[in-house]
Structure formats: structure tokens, C-alpha cells
């Protein structure tokens, strides 16, 4: 069965610090999907990015940056020069391939604070 | 981008009675839907997966009969909490796919905005 783990619950930085919230994963199949998504107060799920497994290239979304590592089952998520409007709960999310189609796991979400 | 509409965003009801939560896809076709609940400070559990047109697979420990699922179309799926106590007050959020993107190697789910439901 599939698993996602994030590490840190909760994270406080101050404004314009990077930081990387660590998400770790484990699957047996050999095709998988990985994603992040942001819960702002607001409550809303905002999609951030997908990786599917076959592609390990590391992507970079102005601020944001995603470090897949298949060696270690990892697939970290860097934000630099933080904001306040960071603030939020951040997920973690592997999918993989079932006969009714795609289903997330969700990781328990890392609460990050970026302090003014 | 897809866009998944949910309604409504917030309801208090008193015991007893039941609720009932549209998700709607509003510019695609949605054959498989998601259900999931989120209780404070925790990550989302997914309830269970509704598919246009069959009956809803549910997952373990999820009461089928307290939680009624309805996929009659291909935009729109509703739960409905039966008989609702003050323990099944929790945000629940939906996710849709998209039935139309031809390459599967970049799908994604759409998720809407989420219910909170407060029982009284």
C-alpha cells in the first residue's frame, strides 16, 4: 500500500527566508504520480505541481521548487525569499494507477508560518 | 483552468437531520469523482470514489448508509449526510477528473472549495 509521509508539522520562518518541506513516499508500483497542493486558511485545495515517476527532471515555478530523488523516495518542496501570503498547510500526495482510476494519499500536511 | 464547484461552503444543522453537498464540474465531463473528509489539523481522508452511473466504492470503516453518494451525471456528484450527529461535523472536499485530457501522463484532479459542516 502506498504511503506519504511529511515529516515536519509545522514550519515558522520569517519573511524572505527559504524554506523545503520534506515529503517521503513509499509505493510498490513502478508507475506512480506525484503532487503538492497548498490549503490556504481559506480551505480550498490549490493544485502546485505533478510529477509523474518516469521523469525525475527537478522543476522551478518562480519561487517554488520541487527536488524529486527516486534513490530515496523523495520529492521535496523549496519556497525562497518567503512571503506571508506562504502561510498555509502544504500536502503531499502520491497516486497511483487502480481500476477505478486514480486515488490520492495524502500526506498529514506541513503547516507553514511565514512571520512579517 | 478545470473548475470544480462546490456548494455549499458552510452549513450548521442540528442533529437528525441530513445534508446534502453538490460537486460540480463546470467545464468538463467528470466520470470518476472523489469524496474525502478533513477533520482540524489533519490531513484528508479519502471517503470514497463515485463513478457516473454505478454505485459508489466506498472505503473501509466509511458507512455507506450514512453517507449517500449520487453520480448522475457526468458534472455533477452529491453527498448527502444522513441523519447527521455532532461527530460527523468535519470539511469534506470533492475532486474531479477530467474525462477529456488525452494524455493521462499529465492528469490531474480538481478539487473544490470544500464544506464545512457544523451539527448541532
Known amino acids: 500500500a502506498q504511503k506519504v509521509t511529511q515529516a515536519q508539522t509545522e514550519i515558522s520562518v520569517v519573511e524572505k527566508e527559504d524554506v523545503t518541506l520534506d515529503c517521503v513516499y513509499e509505493?510498490?508500483?513502478?508507475?506512480?504520480?506525484l503532487f503538492w497542493y497548498k490549503q490556504p486558511p481559506s480551505g480550498e485545495l490549490v493544485f502546485l505541481i505533478r510529477?509523474?515517476?518516469?521523469?525525475?527532471q527537478n522543476e522551478i515555478s518562480g519561487r517554488y521548487s520541487w527536488n524529486f530523488q527516486k534513490s530515496t523516495s523523495s520529492f521535496n518542496f523549496t519556497i525562497t525569499a518567503s512571503q506571508v501570503v506562504d502561510s498555509a498547510v502544504y500536502f503531499c500526495?502520491?497516486?497511483?494507477?487502480?481500476?477505478?482510476?486514480?486515488?490520492?494519499?495524502f500526506g498529514p500536511g506541513t503547516r507553514l508560518s511565514v512571520l512579517p | 483552468g478545470a473548475v470544480v464547484s462546490q456548494h455549499p461552503s458552510r452549513v450548521i444543522c442540528k442533529s437528525g437531520t441530513s445534508v446534502k453537498i453538490e460537486c460540480r464540474s463546470l467545464?468538463?465531463?467528470?466520470?470518476?469523482m472523489f469524496w474525502y473528509r478533513q477533520f482540524p489539523k489533519q490531513s484528508l481522508m479519502l471517503m470514497a470514489t463515485?463513478?457516473?452511473?454505478?454505485?459508489?466504492?466506498?472505503e473501509q470503516g466509511v458507512e455507506k448508509d450514512k453517507f449517500l453518494i449520487n453520480h448522475a451525471s457526468l458534472t455533477l456528484s452529491t453527498l448527502t449526510v444522513t441523519s447527521a450527529h455532532p461527530e460527523d461535523s468535519s470539511f469534506y472536499i470533492c475532486?474531479?477528473?477530467?474525462?477529456?485530457?488525452?494524455?493521462?501522463?499529465?492528469?490531474?484532479?480538481?478539487f473544490g472549495s470544500g464544506t464545512q459542516l457544523s451539527v448541532l
Open positions: 475532486s474531479a477528473r477530467d474525462l477529456n485530457i488525452h494524455d493521462r501522463t499529465n492528469e490531474k484532479l480538481f
Open positions: 509505493t510498490r508500483d513502478t508507475t506512480y504520480y
Open positions: 510529477r509523474n515517476s518516469f521523469d525525475e
Open positions: 500526495a502520491l497516486s497511483e494507477t487502480n481500476v477505478y482510476g486514480q486515488n490520492f494519499v
Open positions: 467545464d468538463f465531463q467528470a466520470t470518476t
Open positions: 463515485s463513478n457516473e452511473g454505478s454505485k459508489a466504492t466506498y
